[in-house]
């Protein structure tokens, strides 16, 4: 376990999120008090967290909060925010003929759809950390490179700027650094090509769900929580100008599309107001446990 600075911008001046560390097992949150990106600061190494999303997520995920099966597509909330994910991004880039890059492919639900008659994707290639993963993967015929994208990227130089879309669905708030997957998806894609992020991470907007179905004790695999701003943060420092992002305030999913520029122009980015992200986790925790914890209905 190390402390790390703001994935986004560097800054070692972070502060604590008070309620936290009651939904997280006494595991610390941070926000950092210079952009506002919020994040679990005190976390594993990159290989810790790796062998975790490889080989200990379905084990980790039966003993929280999150699901009473195991994780896969097929369950019918995965599948419906990969449907709306698919849709807003096909709307803004048209997925068809193009080579899309999935960073973090799980099983390939969204690739082998993305392929179908429906969208029409020229070529699918999978980035995925899970060996078994990847055996499901191979048995659906999509390509396929086990591990994760950064490495990737240092092993593929005959890819680098050759995807017409990288997609990060629901990944990029598991990974070690958000910011070096950003970098990842800005190497992979071609001049002009997009990349798109989407996200079950939603701060400072109405609260969709209690603050336990948000935050857990798996915080080693969730490190990293998006608003939009600091998520056009990353896209911003990344080198993608931001093109497209939904209607995110009365849905559950956050979906940006940024299109790659080539990094000669700083492209400016806002984050937040620390104090505003403090007070608003402090007003999630209230109603939280108002509406769900004292006596309040139990979903
Ligand atoms: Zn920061």
Request: charged fraction near 25%; glycine fraction near 8%; aromatic fraction near 10%.
């Amino acid at each position: 376990m190390e402390l790390y600075p703001c994935d986004l911008c560097g800054s070692d001046d972070l502060a604590e999120i008070a309620c936290a560390p009651t939904y997280m097992a006494g595991r610390p949150l941070h926000v950092c008090n210079s952009c506002g990106m919020v994040q679990v600061a005190f976390r594993k190494t990159p290989e810790e967290v790796k062998t975790a999303w490889a080989d200990e997520m379905y084990r980790v995920d039966e003993k929280t909060r999150l699901s009473d099966a195991t994780y896969t597509a097929r369950m019918p909330a995965v599948h419906a925010r990969q449907t709306f994910a698919m849709d807003f991004i096909d709307e803004a880039v048209s997925f068809r003929g193009k080579s899309v890059c999935d960073l973090g492919a799980g099983e390939g639900d969204f690739l082998e759809v993305l392929r179908g008659d429906d969208y029409g994707a020229g070529e699918v290639f999978a980035v995925e950390p899970s060996a078994a993963n990847c055996r499901m993967l191979d048995e659906r015929n999509i390509p396929n490179f086990l591990g994760i994208a950064e490495e990737y990227v240092d092993q593929a130089q005959d890819r680098l700027g050759t995807f017409d879309v990288v997609t990060i669905i629901w990944t990029l708030e598991n990974c070690h650094s958000a910011s070096d997957v950003m970098d990842a998806a800005w190497r992979l894609c071609k001049p002009g090509g997009r990349v798109a992020v989407a996200t079950g991470s939603r701060i400072l907007v109405p609260f969709k769900k209690p603050l336990q179905y948000y935050i857990g004790p798996n915080a080693d695999v969730h490190p990293h929580h998006f608003s939009a701003k600091t998520l056009a943060g990353h896209m911003a420092q990344a080198g993608f100008r931001m093109t497209d992002v939904n209607r995110f305030i009365d849905s559950d999913y956050l979906v940006m599309v940024g299109e790659k520029t080539d990094r000669t122009a700083p492209i400016s980015w806002e984050g937040d107001n620390a104090t505003a992200v403090l007070g608003f986790f402090e007003r999630w925790d209230k109603e939280t446990q108002g509406f769900y914890m004292a006596d309040g209905p139990t979903p």
